[in-house]
């Protein structure tokens, strides 16, 4: 069993509860066309990082677990999906988690439409919760949004500053894992800054999706969008201007990843993310010593064996073992 099967395991029942609660709103469409739109999105599995952290905390908090959670978790996921499918149709993407895109299997005018579908039927099950679930969810979706105009303006800025990338990321990405923490530290009354350690996961998690995309991916999409994250900002600041414009060509993605290694800027970026994952972990410390806690290291974790995945001498034997 994998280690994110291991600590997705206490919480995979509620975990259903919301897999459920989505299939009855794919269900729910006026026509079989509407249906098959809705089911293709909400129906197949994803990561559920949000609603699973929601609910390792409620847990840790040893707080009841009543439908109300179920729908406020459900929301979360609808929000997230919502932004997944607007993502793609601003980058342009072809594929999303293995399947063609829903723009691409159902056009853009449809898409469009769907995710503001999703985001309605996010505050339509929250509409019978209490208010201060709804102020926080629309505080963070509008954070959410505020970040990907932001990043949509930025685009091809390639004087971007760390400091902006950060605010970014920070609104677009941090800004849901900080939804499902804050939520779950307010419905159990703890003492805890859950919101906190959501919010640096988050912004661990999305740089470690940035440099996984330029050292791993075959196509990386930072590079062919011209989308300045953390790892092209460093180089910026390292390489010649000419050079660097050079180095952005698909066709040169090799020199580029040597580039990262030469000048340390992988090390610098796994050194940043270690960073907020430790204060990730500092947000939890007084947490008892326990399996719950254990669950949540091992998110962090994760991140960091994504992290060491971008490790050349990782890569190496890892491609040694698949020949044995």
Not at 200 to 210: P, V
Request: aromatic fraction near 6%; hydrophobic fraction near 40%; proline fraction near 2%.
């Amino acid at each position: 069993m994998s280690r994110q099967l291991l600590f997705q395991k206490k919480v995979a029942d509620e975990l259903g509860d919301v897999s459920t609660l989505l299939q009855k709103i794919a269900k729910s469409g006026p026509e079989k066309r509407f249906i098959d739109i809705l089911e293709y999105v909400l129906v197949k599995e994803g990561k559920r990082l949000r609603p699973t952290l929601f609910f390792m905390i409620l847990k840790a908090e040893n707080a009841k677990i009543t439908s109300t959670e179920i729908r406020i978790a459900s929301a979360i996921e609808l929000i997230h999906i919502a932004s997944l499918i607007h993502d793609d149709m601003i980058d342009e993407s072809s594929f999303r988690r293995g399947i063609p895109a829903s723009h691409q299997k159902f056009g853009k005018k449809n898409s469009i439409m769907l995710g503001d579908f999703l985001v309605a039927q996010a505050f339509n099950i929250l509409s019978d919760t209490r208010s201060i679930y709804m102020k926080k969810t629309t505080a963070a979706l509008m954070q959410l949004c505020q970040g990907q105009i932001r990043q949509n303006l930025t685009r091809g800025e390639l004087e971007l500053s760390e400091n902006d990338y950060m605010e970014i990321i920070t609104e677009k990405t941090a800004s849901l894992f900080r939804l499902a923490a804050e939520l779950a530290e307010i419905l159990s009354g703890s003492q805890i800054s859950w919101k906190d350690f959501g919010q640096e996961l988050g912004i661990a998690y999305q740089i470690a999706d940035d440099i996984t995309d330029i050292m791993i991916k075959d196509d990386p999409e930072d590079i062919k969008l011209k989308e300045m994250t953390l790892p092209l900002i460093m180089l910026r600041k390292k390489t010649d201007a000419k050079e660097f414009e050079k180095l952005l060509e698909i066709s040169r993605i090799e020199e580029l990843r040597k580039s990262m290694i030469k000048l340390g800027i992988r090390k610098e970026i796994t050194e940043i993310i270690e960073a907020h994952l430790e204060s990730a972990r500092s947000a939890i410390e007084k947490v008892e010593d326990n399996d719950d806690k254990t669950g949540f290291i091992q998110m962090i974790e994760i991140i960091r064996d994504k992290v060491k995945a971008c490790d050349p001498k990782t890569k190496e034997d890892k491609s040694r073992g698949e020949k044995k």
